[in-house]
C-alpha cells in the first residue's frame, strides 16, 4: 500500500451542502469560501442517505452529481462517504430489525444515528446498495480521492439476530466444543457449565456481566462483527473502483472495538481530534493528543494518518465548551503533521442552521462570512500547509516503544481485585510514553502481538494479559539485545483471562526477568509507600509487588509497610538483553530518572539538536523537525546545530517562538 494519496496536505473537513439543498446559491458561496480558506478538500455525503434515496429503491444523486462537478472545477478533492451512519426514516419503518437492541433487550426506536444493528442481513444489504451506486457513479470521478466508510463505527446491538451470530461465532472459535469453551471460560466457577449452545447469549446487567471471559469474547465478536460489516460496505467499493483507498474515521482511544484489529482492513487510518484545550494542563492535552498520533501511525506500522476532524473552534459535546486560545487550532494542526498525519480537516466546513449541532464550531459560521476570527485563523493554517509539501508521506523511525493493546485494555478493565477503582490502563501507558515525548525520543505505540525486532527499548506497562505468543516475543526481543521494562500485573493471564500456574509473570519470562511475584499490595488513593531508587525517594502508588528475586538485581528498593526491604526496581541481564521490572505504579519523577539512566546506555538521541526548555516539544518526520511551544508565553530554544526554516529558507541556529508558535526546521 501507498504512504501516499495527494502530494499536498489535506485541508479541508465534512460539508454538508445536503442541508442547504434549498439555498443552493449557498454552495457557489462555499466554493468562492474554499478557495480563500485555502481549502482543497471536502468530506461529503456522511449524513445524506435520506436525500439520496428518499424512498426505497428511488435514487436521486443529482445534487451529489453537482457537487462532484463543483469540486472538481475548483480542483478540490471529494472524500465521499458511504451513508450507513444514520438511515432514513422510511428504512427503519419498513425494517424494524435494522434498528439496535440494548442491553436491556427493548429494540430502540428510530432516531438518532449509530443506530443499526450489525447484524442484519437487511441493513447490510441495503447499505451494499447504496455504495454500490455511490462507487458505480463516483468511483472514477476525478474529483473523488477516497471512501470514507460510514462514520465513527461504535456501539454493539442484542438482538436475537446478534446472539445467534455470536453464538456461531463461539461455536467456530471454541471448534464446536462446549467442553473446551467451558473449560476456558472457567464455567465450573459459581456452577456455569454451559450444555447447550443458546444457553450463552451477550454480556449484560440483568444477566451475565461476572465471566470475564465472556466479555472479551463479546468485545472480539462486536469487533468482528464490526470488521465484516465494514468488508459488506466496502465489497462493492473495491470491485468498481479498486484503486481508491478506504478509511473510516476513529475515535480516540474508543475500546468498544479493538481498533488495533480494524486497522489492517483499513488502507489508511484515519481518527477525530478533539482535545480538550481549555484544561488546565496544555502539556498535559497535548501529550494526550500526541500519543493518541502515535497510536494511530503505529496501528499502520509508520505510515502517515489523516486527522478526518477536528474543530476551527469549539466543540459542543462538552458539559461546557470553552474557546481554545487563538494559535492553539494551528499549533495542533502542526502537531498532527509532525505526528504523522497527512491532513488537517475539521468538523465541521459550514455551520448547520438548524439541529443538534448548529452551535459546533465550524469554519463558516452562521454570519456567512470570511471576516471572522476563526475563518482567518483556519484561512492562514490552509496558506501554511501549503507549504508542506515537503512532509507529506514522511515517516518517523522509532526505537523505543509502549506496548498499548486494546484487548489488554479490555482484561484490565474486567479483572477483579487489588485496586477496583482509578484503573486508567491508557494514562499509565501514557506516563511512561510523555517521558519519551518530552526528551523528543520518537515513540511507537503498539500491540503486544507486533514483531518487536526492530527496537531497542520496549515499554510493556500494565502488561496483563499475554497472547499470540507474546510471551515467547518478549523473551526473544531481550535475549537478542533489547531493554524491557515490566509492571505490576505483567503476565499474570493468558487470552481468556486463565491465570499462568506455576509462579507470575507467565513461564519463561519468570527467567528473563529474574524473579517471581509473589504477591501485590493495592493502596488507596493518596497513599504512597517510599521507594529508594539511586540514593533518591520516590512514591509508589496503587500497587507494589513484592517480588522473590532469582538473579535479578536489586536497583531500588521500598521503604515503607511491611515489605521495606522488598526490591522496588531490578533489572536481569538476559541473553544479550536486559529486563527491569518497576514493582509499583510510578509518578513522573520516577519515571524521567530511571529512564534517563537507561537510555543514555542505549544511545539514544532526542530528534532534535537542542536542549528543549519546559513546555517545548520536537518531533522529527521525515526530512522535517517540527518545534512545538506549548506554553502560554515567549519561550527560546538554542540549538546545537544550523537548521534551515522550511518556509523562510533562513539558517536557525536559536528561535524566540511565541505563546503556542512553532518553528519547521529543515
Ligand atoms: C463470600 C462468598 C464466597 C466468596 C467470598 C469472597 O464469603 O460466600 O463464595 O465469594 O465471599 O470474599
Ligand atoms: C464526531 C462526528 C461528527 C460530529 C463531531 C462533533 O467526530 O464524526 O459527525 O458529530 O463528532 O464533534
Known amino acids: 500500500m501507498k504512504d501516499k494519496y495527494y502530494d499536498h496536505i489535506i485541508h479541508g473537513g465534512d460539508y454538508n451542502p445536503d442541508q442547504w439543498i434549498d439555498t443552493k446559491e449557498i454552495w457557489d458561496e462555499d466554493m468562492r469560501l474554499m478557495d480563500l480558506a485555502h481549502v482543497n478538500s471536502a468530506t461529503v455525503g456522511i449524513f445524506s442517505w435520506s436525500l439520496t434515496e428518499p424512498e426505497e429503491g428511488v435514487y436521486d444523486f443529482s445534487w451529489l452529481d453537482e457537487i462532484m462537478e463543483k469540486l472538481a472545477a475548483h480542483g478540490k478533492k471529494a472524500i465521499l462517504a458511504t451513508p450507513s451512519g444514520a438511515r432514513p426514516p422510511w428504512l427503519a419503518q419498513k425494517y424494524p430489525e435494522v434498528l439496535r437492541v440494548e442491553e436491556t433487550g427493548i429494540r430502540n426506536e428510530y432516531g438518532v444515528r449509530h443506530n443499526h444493528c450489525l447484524t442484519s ?18 468511483g472514477k470521478h476525478p474529483a473523488l480521492l477516497m471512501w470514507h466508510i460510514s462514520n465513527e463505527y461504535s456501539g454493539e446491538c442484542h438482538c436475537e439476530l ?39 447469549s451477550s454480556p449484560k446487567g440483568r444477566g ?76 498535559d492535552t497535548a501529550c494526550e493528543t500526541a500519543f493518541v498520533h502515535d497510536a494511530f501511525r503505529s496501528m499502520k506500522h509508520g505510515k502517515p494518518f489523516y486527522m478526518m476532524e477536528s474543530t476551527p473552534s469549539v466543540v459542543n459535546w462538552r458539559p461546557v465548551n470553552g474557546l481554545p486560545a487563538p494559535g492553539l487550532p494551528e499549533l495542533a494542526a502542526i502537531q498532527a503533521v509532525a505526528h504523522g498525519a497527512d ?56 526505537k523505543a516503544a509502549v506496548i498499548c493493546d486494546w484487548e489488554n485494555s479490555w482484561a484490565v ?22 517521558a519519551l515525548w518530552e526528551r523528543g525520543i520518537p515513540t511507537d505505540v503498539i500491540p503486544m502481538d507486533r514483531d518487536l525486532s526492530g527496537y531497542d527499548l520496549v515499554i510493556a506497562p500494565y502488561l496483563y494479559m499475554l497472547k499470540n505468543g507474546t510471551e515467547d516475543r518478549l523473551a526473544s526481543f531481550t535475549e537478542n539485545g533489547g531493554t524491557l521494562i515490566a509492571t505490576p500485573l505483567f503476565g499474570l493471564v493468558d487470552e481468556y483471562d486463565l491465570c499462568y500456574l506455576g509462579g507470575f509473570p507467565a513461564g519463561r519470562l519468570k527467567e528473563v526477568f529474574g524473579l517471581r511475584r509473589e504477591e501485590t499490595d493495592a493502596l ?6 517510599p521507594v ?38 531490578t533489572g536481569n541481564a538476559y541473553g544479550r538483553g536486559t529486563a527491569y521490572y518497576v514493582a509499583f505504579e510510578p509518578d513522573a519523577d520516577f519515571i524521567g530518572a ?17 536542549t528543549l526548555p519546559a513546555g517545548v516539544i520536537a518531533r522529527k518526520r521525515g526530512d522535517l523537525t517540527y518545534v512545538m511551544n506549548f506554553n502560554n508565553k515567549n519561550t527560546q530554544v538554542f540549538f546545537y546545530k544550523t537548521y534551515t526554516n522550511e518556509f523562510t529558507g533562513k539558517p536557525v541556529l536559536s528561535a524566540l517562538l511565541p505563546p503556542y508558535g512553532y518553528v519547521v526546521l529543515r
Open 121 to 138: 442481513p437487511v441493513y447490510r444489504e441495503k447499505v451494499r446498495e447504496i455504495n454500490r451506486r455511490l462507487a458505480e457513479r463516483y
Open 162 to 200: 446478534c446472539q445467534k451470530a455470536f453464538r456461531a461465532w463461539l461455536r467456530e472459535r471454541y471448534h464446536n466444543d462446549l467442553n473446551e469453551l467451558n473449560f476456558k471460560w472457567w464455567n465450573g466457577f459459581w456452577s456455569h457449565r454451559f450444555t447447550d449452545w443458546d444457553q450463552i
Open 208 to 283: 451475565e456481566n461476572h465471566v470475564p471471559a465472556l466479555k472479551l469474547a463479546w468485545r472480539r465478536f462486536v469487533t468482528d462483527q464490526h470488521i465484516s460489516f465494514f468488508e459488506n460496505e466496502i465489497a462493492p467499493l473495491r470491485e468498481l473502483s479498486p484503486d481508491v483507498p478506504v478509511t473510516t474515521n476513529l475515535m480516540r482511544l474508543y475500546t468498544g472495538i479493538d481498533y488495533q484489529k480494524l486497522a489492517p482492513h483499513l488502507d489508511i487510518v484515519s481518527w477525530d481530534n478533539y482535545p480538550d484545550w481549555t484544561a488546565p494542563d496544555t502539556l
Open 343 to 398: 491532513s488537517v480537516q475539521y468538523f465541521q466546513w459550514r455551520a448547520s442552521r438548524g439541529g443538534h449541532e448548529k452551535f459546533h464550531g465550524a469554519v463558516v459560521d452562521h454570519y456567512g462570512k470570511e471576516d471572522t476570527r476563526v475563518f482567518k485563523e483556519t484561512a492562514a493554517v490552509g496558506a501554511m500547509l501549503e507549504k508542506l509539501d515537503a512532509a507529506v508521506g514522511g515517516r518517523t523511525e522509532a
Open 413 to 434: 478493565d474486567f479483572y477483579c481485585g487489588y485496586r477496583r477503582d482509578g484503573r486508567d490502563y491508557f494514562g499509565a501507558c501514557r506516563k511512561w510514553y510523555r
Open 524 to 529: 488507596p488513593d493518596g497513599e504512597t509507600v
Open 532 to 569: 529508594e531508587f539511586s540514593k533518591k525517594t520516590y512514591a509508589a502508588a496503587k500497587l507494589c509487588d513484592i517480588l522473590i528475586p532469582s538473579g535479578a538485581k536489586t536497583l531500588g528498593k521500598f521503604r515503607g509497610k511491611f515489605y521495606a526491604e522488598s526490591p522496588a526496581v
Open 594 to 610: 530511571f529512564l534517563t539512566s537507561i537510555i543514555s546506555g542505549l544511545g539514544f538521541q532526542s530528534d532534535v539538536k537542542a
